[in-house]
């Protein structure tokens, strides 16, 4: 396979291969592998799988979410159980708080920092797998 400058560009033909595979155990089987080299797709196989068994939050859940990457959902569930501060301060503010505007915007900073991360070429934020 070939290098390619940004691999970004491809993140959701990376989750959608990985909720393939997590929903049907390969995909050397699906349709999308059909037309295509199979010493390829047993490669990308072999690279789902090492990924696939990394990832708790499981095919059942991947499989209700296709449009979001499982390794997102992944590193999201990490931050969460890792979390060392009171749980209450993960839960929004009523909306008539008077703290509930700051604690909505820092809730947004905080999963913003782990689902995406800014690109050092355009400035821009990506969703990262």
């Not at 970004?8 to 050397?28: D, H, P, W």
């Not at 789902?48 to 499989?63: E, K, M, P, R, W």
């Not at 501060?85 to 905080?110: H, I, K, M």
């Amino acid at each position: 396979m070939a290098e390619f400058k940004d691999p970004n560009q491809f993140e959701q033909v990376a989750s959608y291969l990985l909720a393939t595979y997590l929903r049907q155990g390969s995909i050397a089987e699906s349709s999308l592998a059909k037309p295509h080299n199979p010493a390829s797709i047993e490669r990308l196989e072999a690279s789902l799988a090492n990924i696939a068994a990394q990832i708790s939050v499981g095919a059942a859940i991947a499989g209700r979410h296709p449009g979001v990457s499982a390794l997102g959902m992944q590193r999201l569930l990490d931050a969460f159980r890792n979390y060392k501060g009171d749980v209450e301060n993960l839960l929004p503010a009523a909306v008539d708080s008077q703290d509930s505007y700051d604690r909505f915007v820092t809730s947004c900073a905080a999963s913003t920092s782990i689902c995406f991360r800014r690109s050092h070429r355009t400035g821009s934020f990506r969703f990262t797998l």
